[in-house]
């Protein structure tokens, strides 16, 4: 409801040229899934009580976090393997470091969705509880990071030194066998990326600026208590 009417249009024409079905998504027609991942995050950003703006072409969201702006690149990885997290890895920082050409003093956060390195596109989530599924997600997000540490630092990969980190972001849903219901999981999650001075100050400075955000945005999507018996 944010969005000028121009902007909308842009989005909704991408959002109408491809699959919106998981079980059709392919490389080729996954532009409709990428737009929906863009606008999923500016929300559960401005949800978090963060100042953020769609841009169109790029870059992709435009934050405040603590005062300091920042341009996100969002990626989605599409198959659980290092080719497909070092070619997501790549263009985000390559448009980035495109980017800092009209805003050299705007440093870069690349949003990386990655639900899909755990579920495929077809498996569901499915837990004993909710608080089973969030503890899953929360693994999920760490092994991604300790698999993936050595292209998160490595400088032939994200060749822009002014990345602050990558935001990791899961959306998934399953069935809960205690309440015979499905429920929606959400993780959002920032990880460091190249160790050079540059690079971890920017991260240090942005780990500090967002953890209320983050805590925000998890008390957004926290378990709803249980209904009263009648």
């Not at 070092?86 to 003093?105: C, F, I, V, W």
């Not at 050079?196 to 500090?208: E, N, Q």
Request: with cysteine.
């Amino acid at each position: 409801s944010e969005l000028d009417g121009p902007l909308l249009g842009q989005k909704w024409n991408r959002l109408k040229a491809g699959s919106v079905d998981r079980m059709t998504e392919t490389d080729g027609n996954n532009d409709a899934r990428n737009t929906q991942f863009e606008l999923m995050l500016y929300a559960d950003l401005r949800h978090a009580k963060m100042e953020a703006v769609v841009c169109e072409p790029n870059p992709d969201i435009g934050v405040s976090i603590g005062g300091r702006s920042y341009s996100i690149q969002c990626k989605r990885v599409f198959h659980n393997n290092q080719k497909s997290v070092e070619s997501a890895l790549r263009k985000a920082a390559n448009q980035l470091q495109a980017e800092r050409e009209t805003n050299p003093d705007k440093p870069g956060l690349i949003a990386l969705q990655i639900d899909r390195t755990f579920t495929e596109g077809k498996k569901l989530l499915s837990a004993r509880n909710r608080a089973e599924a969030e503890k899953t997600i929360e693994e999920e997000h760490q092994a991604f990071v300790d698999n993936n540490r050595r292209l998160l630092g490595n400088p032939e990969v994200i060749k822009s030194p002014f990345v602050s980190g990558v935001l990791l972001y899961s959306s998934a849903v399953g069935p809960v066998a205690e309440t015979k219901l499905v429920t929606h999981v959400v993780q959002l999650d920032v990880a460091d990326t190249l160790q050079t001075k540059p690079a971890r100050i920017l991260y240090d400075r942005l780990r500090k600026d967002i953890s209320p955000y983050l805590t925000a945005f998890k008390n957004r999507y926290a378990a709803t208590p249980p209904e009263k018996k009648r």
